[in-house]
């Protein structure tokens, strides 16, 4: 009975490969000063044309980020795939900073990358990689080159490689359905990963982007899930009594933080070892605690309650045994859905403006807030591993679409997916084993 | 001494809830079954009204079971005291037949963030059951579940859109 039962939620629900939705990405703001690259169409060895044009989509990764303005191929007065051929004076007058140049090779079952970043005043090589990839996917070996240029010429780490992973509603009112999608940070290689007739939630990726867990109602109640993305195999981690919500991993990925209803009507804050299955409870207050987030500690977790009347960001150590969080946020009736930077430097908010509600970040030493978003209705935000982007969701017209801003707010992207209201982004971490 | 205020409030509604005013509601779903078995009419029953089926009277516009939803205030989730007088009605129902079932179901609009709103809705939820319990409802026949923002009643945004959509509506079930 059990194992039918299982079979047909897996039949029912899990469809991976089934793409969704497209997504473009538009930069809606960029840096005035942003910095002039060429990056040259790659040689390739091999016979044909490669699936994936490299260097259009480094291209495409880069001025994305606001940082940087990709100089036009067909204005090129040369394109050299390896740095001895690059005559320098041909780029200068052409007023570009940086040239990437690189050659694609077939190797055994897969790719190798090589490329260089020049320096066009001091007429000199900045970086050399050779990036090998296995498999067909060489869109992947793109982002990558991507996030080395990025790293190389701005200091922080790029964020290209990674994933995104969000809800989709499509349809109206009785109808609605529900999609958990995951796709590369461009939009691009989107699969669903599951569906329902009932309400999906709070998608969260576990420290080793194998595993994501969410909130499903498909039972019409809520419970708590976590499924792996390779086999598609997921387990259901709580379904007590009345609420169960807003999951997050421990950085260590073996516990996972929820809202669970510890008597009728009071939503508190419990952490569960995923390994023993041992539930400890971390707040004891009736008002309503939740969306908990891990400070890269392992100790503190930051989450929205109303106990002072509305709701607001505490912390508490999740092992301290007792209910004496410490306020984090003062700006304002209402800040919640907390998204910490992996540094923990950085607390994003969901915060209420007399505007409406928008994205805010408070630099948790120096106290600090800036509200960086402009729309009426923004929320769900959610830090992208290298810290210096924060993914939003907004609505254009009356569906939901994906927004992402710069931590300084100065450079700010736009992810339209075609149809359907789109929620709830999640980035991926950084390190990704299961891909 | 709250309890006693509240029961005086009550004892008035309850005089009120036979003429209150009801907005038609579309029947959800799981509630088009008829559900009771108490259509048993009397023989020669003059004189004494008819006992309705429970689909008869949830879709009897004249009758307070009809209304099933319960409406509050932005990020509030004390009853207003108008819906009281809907509560009292099923709770009086639910109290005669011991062996109906509901689910109560809580709603939030879509402002602010999604899983503080699924406590909003919690919390909604609660206050109903709460009230109906303390009318004698055993709490075996009480089912909740919030929904937060996930499913409004009505699609759009402004005031009106989202006073539609802050609820708890009354699911009876098989």
């Excluded at chain 1, 091999?46 to 067909?74: H, I, M, N, T, Y």
């Excluded at chain 1, 927004?403 to 300084?408: E, G, I, K």
Aim: hydrophobic share 40%.
């Amino acid at each position: 009975m059990r194992v039918l039962k299982f079979l047909v939620l897996l039949a029912i629900f899990s469809l991976p490969g089934v793409a969704a939705a497209e997504i473009t990405v538009q930069v809606t703001r960029g840096l005035g000063d942003a910095q002039p690259i060429a990056i040259v169409p790659f040689g390739f060895e091999g016979q044909g044309r490669p699936a994936v044009d490299v260097a259009a989509v480094v291209a495409a990764d880069l001025e994305r980020s606001g940082r940087f303005k990709p100089f036009p191929v067909s204005d090129m007065l040369e394109k050299p795939v390896r740095a001895a051929d690059v005559k320098y004076q041909n780029w200068r007058v052409l007023g570009v900073d940086y040239v990437v140049v690189g050659n694609i090779q077939v190797q055994d079952g897969g790719y190798v990358i090589q490329f260089q970043l020049l320096d066009v005043y001091r007429g000199q090589q900045l970086m050399g990689y050779s990036v090998p990839i296995r498999g067909e996917y060489l869109r992947r070996g793109a982002h990558q080159v991507a996030d080395l240029v990025y790293e190389e010429l701005t200091g922080v780490p790029g964020a290209f490689s990674t994933r995104i992973a969000f809800v989709l509603a499509t349809g109206k009112g009785e109808d609605t359905r529900y999609q958990l999608v995951v796709a590369d940070a461009d939009g691009e290689n989107q699969r669903t990963i599951l569906r329902s007739a009932r309400p999906l939630m709070s998608p969260t990726w576990s420290p080793d982007g194998r595993r994501l867990a969410y909130v499903s109602f498909e039972n019409q109640v809520a419970e708590v899930f976590v499924q792996e993305l390779a086999s598609g195999q997921r387990q259901k981690v709580s379904s007590r009594e009345g609420v169960n919500g807003a999951p997050s991993f421990s950085p260590d990925g073996r516990k996972l933080a929820m809202t669970l209803s510890s008597e009728a009507g009071n939503l508190d804050i419990w952490v569960k070892d995923l390994e023993s299955g041992e539930l400890t409870r971390v707040t004891r207050h009736p008002a309503i605690d939740t969306e908990a987030v891990w400070a890269p500690d392992g100790r503190t977790l930051f989450f929205t309650s109303d106990r002072g009347g509305a709701p607001q960001i505490y912390r508490i150590d999740w092992q301290a045994g007792n209910d004496r969080p410490e306020r984090v946020t003062f700006e304002g009736n209402y800040n919640a859905r907390p998204t910490l930077s992996p540094d923990g430097k950085l607390l994003g908010v969901l915060h209420q403006s007399n505007r409406g509600f928008n994205i805010g970040v408070l630099d948790l030493a120096r106290r600090t807030f800036n509200v960086l978003t402009e729309g009426r209705q923004d929320e769900s935000p959610s830090f992208a591993p290298n810290g210096a982007m924060i993914i939003y969701a907004t609505s254009e017209g009356n569906r939901g679409v994906l927004a992402a801003t710069s931590v300084d707010g100065r450079v700010q992207q736009r992810l339209a997916v075609q149809e359907g209201d789109v929620r709830e982004p999640s980035w991926s971490p950084a390190q990704e084993a299961g891909r | 001494m709250s309890r006693i205020k509240v029961l005086g409030v009550l004892a008035s509604l309850l005089l009120a809830a036979g003429c209150a005013s009801t907005d038609t509601q579309e029947v959800p779903e799981d509630s088009r079954e008829t559900v009771g078995t108490e259509t048993g009419r009397e023989a020669g029953g003059v004189g004494q009204p008819e006992r309705m089926s429970i689909d008869e009277r949830l879709q009897d516009p004249a009758d307070p079971l009809s209304q099933r939803v319960v409406y509050f205030e932005f990020d509030r989730s004390d009853i207003p005291r108008e819906e009281l007088a809907t509560l009292d009605a099923h709770a009086r129902f639910l109290v005669e037949n011991p062996n109906v079932r509901i689910r109560l179901e809580g709603h939030a609009d879509e402002r602010g963030s999604r899983e503080y709103n699924i406590g909003l809705g919690d919390r909604r939820a609660q206050a109903v059951r709460r009230i109906l319990l303390f009318q004698g409802v055993s709490a075996d026949q009480i089912t909740t579940v919030s929904y937060g923002e996930e499913r409004p009643a009505v699609q759009g945004q402004g005031p009106e859109v989202w006073a539609k959509n802050r609820r708890v509506e009354i699911i009876y079930l098989r």
